[in-house]
Nanobody, 112 residues
Framework: VQLVESGGGLVQPGGSLTLSCTASGIFFALNTMEWYRQAPGKQRELVALIGSSGFRSYSDSVKGRFTISRDNAKKLVYLQLNNLRPEDTAIYYC???????WGQGTQVTVSS
């Protein structure tokens, strides 16, 4: 499985970003896809997932601000980040549910 994240960057508080992840080596449409993040000195945490049927779930820390979506035809999963806060600063990773592989992640930095 190969996962490649993109779309991170430096943004001011209150700003927005859209992260993308392309996945290869799996039957994409059948898999639940997840976004994790890891801040410096902290454990990696699950922030959002989207099931094969489109079911979505979010961590309390991002609920109402982040939106996960997927395009099965393009084998892409997205994470729309709105109303960003400094505490959202982290490396963001996409992940296949129950999978062993990780991409390189994409850095999101929220700072004025």
């Amino acid at each position: 499985v190969q996962l490649v994240e993109s779309g991170g960057g430096l943004v001011q508080p209150g700003g927005s970003l859209t992260l993308s992840c392309t996945a290869s080596g799996i039957f994409f449409a059948l898999n639940t896809m997840e976004w994790y993040r890891q801040a410096p000195g902290k454990q990696r945490e699950l922030v959002a997932l989207i099931g094969s049927s489109g079911f979505r779930s979010y961590s309390d820390s991002v609920k109402g601000r982040f939106t996960i979506s997927r395009d099965n035809a393009k084998k892409l999963v997205y994470l729309q980040l709105n109303n960003l806060r400094p505490e959202d600063t982290a490396i963001y990773y996409c992940h296949v549910n129950k999978g062993a592989d990780w991409g390189q992640g994409t850095q999101v930095t929220v700072s004025s």
